[in-house]
Nanobody
């Protein structure tokens, strides 16, 4: 059983920064991927970033240059550094994990096995 717990969300003004964290509790067979997905009010969920245990990353075009995903294997913690926040970044951010996975090219539509409960990010203009 794997449990993912997000933290670090909050309310910030446009142009600000946040760092989201996701603690993974339980064993995830390697190789594995972890990622972040967000859901804005009234919109579908959108994959924003994925990383695998080798450190390879991929991002949605809408966040490239502003979002940085990282993984601390020793602490079993996933991070998402978000800079230059925009009002359209508002939403609930979810952490996910999938065993036997490597980052691949293409859409961030991974078949995630585990999901966190989400953390709210609100950006005001």
């Amino acid at each position: 059983q794997v449990q993912l717990v997000e933290s670090g969300g909050g309310s910030v003004q446009a142009g600000g920064s946040l760092r989201l964290s996701c603690g993974a509790f339980g064993y995830i067979p390697r190789p594995y991927c972890m990622g972040w997905t967000r859901q804005a009010p009234g919109k579908e969920r959108e994959g924003v970033a994925v990383i695998d245990v080798t450190g390879i990353t991929t991002y949605a075009d809408s966040v490239k240059g502003r979002f940085t995903i990282s993984l601390d294997n020793a602490k079993n913690t996933l991070y998402l550094q978000i800079n230059n926040l925009k009002p359209e970044d508002t939403g609930v951010y979810y952490c996910q994990a999938r065993p036997t996975c490597r980052v691949r090219r293409g859409p961030l539509t991974y078949d995630w096995n585990y999901w966190g409960q989400g953390t709210q990010v609100t950006v005001s203009s």
